[in-house]
């Protein structure tokens, strides 16, 4: 009989983010297939748990998933884990999963933290649909050409972002979506767990303001007003913006870049239309 492929969560920062059910599985199995033996280690010391650990990264991924296979196939339970949160969400373990699917082999999720839904849950912009990119391409033409093509998308857009390249990002999320309200999410769950809200230009500026940025970064942009028609007003386009998750402020900012008016022609023009 063979075995079974658990995905186990882990935690993003703070050891204290496990499930009991993670813990009592992690104890269990046979073997535990993760990213960074001496990463992963802490995690078992601090439950005291004694199981054997094996490397399985990006660079090991294709040889290592046939040697899993087999060792399941043969009745080995398998933990698959990450350094941080769910497996195969922008980490190593498809390779794995869809090839124990193949085999036959039972694959059972042990669900817990996710950087992502975390994040989303305090960012305060709208959580009624949202888009989860992983990483953004490191180079500025490709990153602007996938921002581009994400313009429209009436989701909450969500990515991880390499700290020393945060600043470049939030200039071309500027330049591509305009003045959307974003949120940095810094460190989170850690002790220096930080939220840095507002638009790309502020919340840039805020931290070019620091000798250096530091830490797992979760971006957050807001997504795109629905499309009004021409004969939209221009209190129901301010009012489309304020819906997407903009401070009233930068909706009228937007409105006029958009309608090349100047920011008191559209506030004075919403003051009248509410009369």
Do not use: W
């Amino acid at each position: 009989m063979s075995g079974v492929l658990y995905l186990v969560a882990t935690p993003i920062g703070n050891l204290e983010d496990i499930t009991y059910r993670a813990v009592r599985t992690l104890s269990e199995v046979d073997l535990i297939a993760c990213e960074d033996t001496r990463h992963t280690r802490n995690l078992l010391d601090h439950y005291e748990i004694a199981r054997p650990l094996i490397s399985y990264h990006e660079h090991n991924e294709a040889a290592r998933a046939e040697e899993l296979v087999a060792k399941l196939l043969a009745g080995t339970n398998v933990a698959l884990v990450s350094d941080a949160g769910m497996p195969l969400v922008s980490d190593p373990g498809y390779r794995l999963a869809a090839a124990a699917i193949r085999a036959g082999i039972s694959v059972v999720p042990i669900p817990g933290p996710s950087a992502v839904i975390t994040a989303l849950a305090a960012a305060g912009l709208p959580t009624d649909a949202f888009y989860f990119g992983g990483f953004l391409p490191p180079k500025s033409g490709q990153r602007a050409r996938a921002l581009e093509a994400l313009r429209e998308q009436t989701a909450t857009l969500v990515f991880y972002e390499a700290p020393h390249r945060i600043l470049d990002t939030l200039a071309d999320v500027e330049r591509i979506l305009g003045l959307r309200p974003v949120v940095v999410a810094r460190e989170l769950t850690k002790l220096h767990e930080e939220f840095l809200r507002g638009t790309p230009a502020e919340v840039r500026a805020a931290l070019a303001a620091r000798p250096s940025v530091k830490g797992e970064i979760t971006l957050l942009i807001g997504k795109a007003p629905a499309r009004a028609p021409e004969t939209t007003t221009i209190d129901e386009a301010v009012a489309a913006h304020i819906h997407s998750g903009m401070s009233r402020m930068n909706a009228i900012k937007e409105v006029a870049r958009k309608r090349g008016l100047s920011k008191r022609d559209v506030y004075r023009q919403t003051q009248i239309e509410k009369e």
